[in-house]
């Protein structure tokens, strides 16, 4: 192992760029706080420097998969629809099969210039996890409590709160709804076949109600549809801990770009026309796993260098007191003091491998495990 590799792979890289990521996070979310005066005097003044303070904290992440562990992403698509990405509104389309396929699917804004402004539709647990959740608050992001009888309300005025936005917006939606694994697959075939549909080998059954009201409050608002299917080379199976880790991923990412009149605006049309993509969604991956590759052009887009450079920014601003607390402290030679500052390491090292551990399959939501609560969206 090199030095470089061997340095990324010590915990004490790791507790730094958690400790960066995590004071300027707080640091900007408290920023955010106050743009909130700006809301009833100028409304799209306080979304656009929202998308910048957003911009400081998810790219910090981005960072880490393209600059930290030099994951590679190359781009299969149509080379017509290539040169309009990022110059139009879009609902992206996602499979949920991976640790970080939430990290690709930003990475894939950076490299198009909108993940300032990006938007998901996320359960409501995460509206209230500081950092990242703080921030999608002040992005406006559309949380859910995942019972559409309590969310559709406030999700249409969510949506539709979306169609003055100032900047160009990616609406990232994964529509199984929750992450893929053996367990909940065999329930939502067990779904497919009570109700008639065709089963998926790699895909739970989308849930289309949520699908079809984003297209239904976005119409006029949004150009196309990016159906994006992820897959990595050589059965990789990437993690959050294998990038911070340093560990160089290879993903190909397949998006198609459906112009959003071809999309129905009837709920139950849209409905089988999403149940439709998904076997489509099903065969490409087929494909993949039989040749490596996807019906489309290969590209790699270029990396841009604000991921680094905001990060280099907050490293510089909050390194140099850290240490000189460190020194000061060394200095004292107080056993209270220097104990202290231990206990605050492993309270720090327990909250560094919590957030990644949200991440994990293993340890993620049980949203989709219950047959008997397993409804059809």
Avoid at 221 to 231: F, G, I, K, M, P
Avoid at 280 to 309: H, M, N, S
Avoid at 326 to 345: K, Q, R, W
Wanted: glycine share 6%.
């Amino acid at each position: 192992m090199d030095i470089i590799g061997f340095l990324k792979s010590q915990f004490i890289c790791h507790l730094l760029i958690c400790y960066i990521f995590i004071v300027s996070g707080l640091i900007i979310n408290f920023i955010q706080l106050f743009t909130l005066i700006l809301w009833p005097i100028n409304k799209q003044l306080f979304r656009k420097i929202n998308c910048r303070l957003a911009y400081c904290i998810s790219s910090q992440m981005v960072m880490l998969l393209e600059w930290w562990s030099g994951t590679d992403c190359t781009l299969y698509t149509d080379p017509e629809s290539y040169h309009k990405y990022g110059k139009e509104n879009a609902i992206v389309i996602l499979n949920h099969n991976f640790e970080i396929d939430f990290l690709c699917g930003w990475n894939f804004c950076e490299r198009f210039g909108v993940l300032g402004s990006s938007k998901v539709l996320a359960k409501k647990e995460l509206s209230y996890m500081p950092i990242i959740g703080w921030m999608w608050y002040f992005l406006e992001i559309v949380f859910c409590k995942r019972k559409w009888e309590e969310d559709r309300k406030t999700v249409v005025q969510k949506l539709l709160n979306l169609r003055d936005y100032p900047e160009n917006f990616w609406f990232l939606i994964h529509c199984e709804g929750t992450r893929f694994t053996e367990q909940k697959h065999q329930i939502s075939m067990k779904v497919a076949e009570a109700k008639g549909l065709p089963k998926l080998k790699y895909h739970l059954l989308p849930r289309t109600k949520g699908f079809a009201v984003t297209v239904q409050c976005l119409r006029n608002v949004v150009s196309a549809v990016y159906d994006s299917t992820l897959n990595f080379r050589n059965n990789e199976n990437p993690t959050l801990l294998g990038v911070l880790n340093g560990k160089k991923y290879h993903a190909d990412l397949y998006v198609r770009r459906i112009p959003l009149e071809d999309v129905p605006e009837d709920e139950q049309e849209c409905s089988t026309w999403l149940h439709k993509l998904y076997q489509e969604k099903d065969a490409f991956q087929e494909e993949y796993y039989r040749t490596g590759t996807y019906p489309a052009v290969p590209t790699i887009p270029p990396r841009r260098p604000w991921t680094l450079l905001n990060w280099l920014f907050w490293a510089l601003l909050l390194l140099y007191p850290l240490f000189q607390l460190l020194i000061n402290m060394i200095n004292s030679g107080s056993s209270l003091t220097l104990a202290s500052f231990a206990f605050v390491i492993i309270i720090a090292s327990v909250g560094v491998r919590w957030m990644i551990g949200v991440t994990e399959i293993n340890k993620g939501s049980t949203y989709g495990n219950n047959d008997s609560k397993q409804k059809q969206k």
